[in-house]
């Protein structure tokens, strides 16, 4: 009988001492004299299984010159392992090589560093490492769609090529099929004569185009790529990356604060449940107490306090800070590291001033702040942020003048404060920060398949 | 009790009687001297709650005022309605309103035409037509999720952003962060200094990147976005648009057409029990027959037959072709169509001329055909292709060199032949495709939220 790794370990007594038929890899192969042990894997499960063969076989020998990283089909009995590690292994009654793999193959059954393993992005997720990584972004995505989906959400597909640029922000992608060396050789370009007969570029949020869903399906959310032409080279920025934007209408900004706290206990749990393997094995190599800490978090309650209550705690503190904290101003990693510590948890913090944040937020009665919130996670930092959206059509074109941002295309967008509008709050989530929060590991890069990051554009 | 319309329609009995506060829109407003009727809507289900209210109420005069379109938060009793139509309706007790809405609103309960809805696309999701096209747009991204995870495929996000170009096929967009003002002026192009330090574009399918993560995990899936830079304006093209690109390891192209089939009627069937309203209202007002049609294509069993055999059924046909078929060529629609009525049901056509299709296609021994297939859908034309690939090193080698295809920067994708590789087998489906075989809408514009097409790029 063919199976996945995955079925049998759903249910190893009911296939205990029956023959099965397995296809995968080699990943390690140790070889004795009148045995063999063939750690194998195929992929659907986290932990291998250990084929063990001897002498008796008459492909005895052949079986003996396989490679690691080959592929094989493997036929073979499940037995109870006499090793209390593992729960049974595969008496090899035959195998037959279907991919050879020579020895300079890279992935070898030893510690590679992550900058080599970027290097070979493609073969990385044969590694440990990176078949878990990848497994609970997979799971993780899943989680996402069932938590938005079972509450009667739409899935909403923004549009990635736009002409419309959502924070004001710059720093977008340019999209084009004007020839360049025709540009360099005549000396002008005409945008008449581009794709969509202007200028184009790649999207950096489909909140505004999910605000239009939202006030016809009430509740909305998106999940998909979004790009900042950002030239940084840090740890936790890439240029294409994934991200979930939920909206809301008649929805205010405790109640995005509600979704954001059940949705994000939803996925740790999740998570923690339907990838039980592989948060051990990050638990073990990667972030020692990482289970604790997500365990924690999902019966953790979530702190709520305002953007002035920090600052005054923050300058309160005994401590020497780096970026001394100002009421008005932004707060710094070090300020955001404390306040989760002093509350021992996460911590909503709302009511942003005006100045630091977008210009479709809901202005505060107060003139000063705006209804904007940043959840504040301890060992990930700012994890979600949202607002509260402005529907005063008088206040939202006001602000954008102040910032001196075109009101030319964006009609539709204001649009939707004259039409029945109302009360609406949506967020986002960084799906690769929530990834480095879930896994330990630390790299952007290492939890996109493919990143592209300034100057990295490869496979 | 705050309850969204879709929570009522789970269970009506639950909630008879009971005092319940909605929020949502008006769609239509009629007024008698003693009575008013809202049709109200909320966007959590297809049916819209007829609202009852009466003279009795003290703010009678102010609610018969209220427009169409305009946001209302409304507090009512569910009684039971006198007409049989409808389940119950709401007794009103209080209407609040929260977003006025002006009496040139362009969404009137009438019916408008697409092409004008177009124009409005931020506001074509609250008209009954698009409600339903875009949740069921919604739910079957769940089936698809649904059917892929419960299999235990990997979900892979292909990379948006390449250097490389699948198809072969040209037709791109280009990314770039260079100026094209500074180009004109300089008159040279300066690749070094674009943000990836090359050249970059827009993605045409992640196939190649899924075969990477197939040859790890055996069995993945991406669903996300793709770009083609084809300058058609018709029914069934748009520019951006998304794909849902399986891939399996250990899998030849039986297999493929096994999980084409099984997923198709797997979607078809979810779509089915979860868009009853949205689909019995297609079924009246947009296709009629579409239940008939998707009931049979669940029950059907899908024809497998080769390029050849068709192109013989053709010649034999008596009839006159605009297109004459050919052995070793393309088919056009007129023969797509009579295939699939020829067999009353789906038809998978496999082994086509190999100079049609592309590079990476297993080549079949005959030295002429290679294992590919494409899906034909009586009312949908091609719905998805396939093929087994060429797991054979030289033989893929070979064949970019016949086709003056550049090896430079593949290494990735042929080393796969030599590192474990194996017979592995995926198919591409355009999501559009399905939405519109789904719901009986023919133009693509009308299935994307904002779609893309060229010299159209608002929102």
Chains 1, 2 share one sequence.
Request: net charge negative; glycine share 6%.
């Amino acid at each position: 009988m063919h199976l996945d790794i995955r079925d049998i370990y759903k249910d190893v007594k009911k296939y205990m001492g029956q023959e099965v038929i397995l296809q995968g890899w080699i990943r390690n192969h140790r070889k004795q004299k009148e045995f063999g042990f063939i750690s194998f894997y195929d992929g659907t499960y986290f932990s291998n299984v250990q084929l063990v063969y001897d002498n008796k076989l008459k492909d005895f020998e052949q079986i003996q010159k396989l490679h690691i990283g080959s592929a094989i089909t493997v036929t073979g009995v499940l037995v109870e392992s006499p090793k209390s590690e593992q729960e049974f292994e595969i008496q090899v009654k035959d195998i037959i090589l279907e991919g050879d793999c020579p020895e300079d193959y890279p992935i070898q059954p030893k510690q590679h560093s992550r900058e080599f393993l970027r290097e070979v992005a493609y073969l990385r997720p044969r590694t440990n490492l990176f078949q878990a990584v990848f497994r609970v972004r997979s799971v993780a995505a899943k989680a996402i769609h069932d938590y938005f989906q079972d509450r009667g959400y739409v899935y909403f597909h923004a549009p990635l090529i736009t002409s419309s640029d959502c924070e004001g922000a710059g720093e977008m992608f340019q999209v084009t099929t004007l020839d360049l060396d025709r540009i360099a050789k005549s000396g002008k370009v005409d945008y008449s004569k581009d794709f969509f007969a202007k200028k184009a570029s790649l999207t950096v949020s489909g909140q505004l185009e999910a605000e239009t869903f939202a006030l016809a399906y009430k509740k909305v959310y998106t999940f998909g790529p979004t790009f900042r032409a950002e030239n940084s080279n840090t740890k936790t920025h890439a240029n294409e990356f994934w991200m979930i934007e939920p909206e809301m209408a008649f929805c205010d900004l405790d109640g995005d604060m509600n979704v954001m706290e059940d949705m994000l206990k939803y996925i740790v749990k999740y998570v923690l449940e339907n990838c039980k393997s592989e948060i051990e094995f990050f638990d073990k190599f990667v972030e020692n107490g990482l289970i604790e800490k997500l365990t924690k978090l999902a019966n953790s309650k979530f702190t709520r306090i305002t953007h002035e209550e920090v600052i005054t705690i923050l300058k309160n503190a005994d401590k020497k800070w780096e970026f001394e904290p100002n009421y008005g101003e932004d707060i710094a990693k070090e300020h955001e590291k404390y306040i989760t510590e002093y509350f021992d948890g996460p911590v909503f913090i709302t009511d942003w001033p005006k100045d630091i944040k977008a210009f479709y937020m809901k202005q505060n009665p107060d003139g000063k702040t705006v209804a904007a919130v940043d959840l504040e996670v301890p060992g990930a930092g700012e994890l979600m942020g949202g607002s509260q959206r402005e529907e005063d059509y008088q206040k939202l074109i006001a602000r954008m003048k102040e910032l001196n941002m075109s009101v030319e295309g964006m009609e539709w967008y204001l649009n939707l404060r004259k039409f029945g509008g109302c009360t609406h709050s949506g967020f986002g989530m960084g799906f690769e920060r929530l990834l480095i929060y879930l896994t330990g590991v630390e790299n952007i890069r290492d939890v996109i398949p493919y990143p592209r990051t300034p100057g990295n554009c490869d496979f």
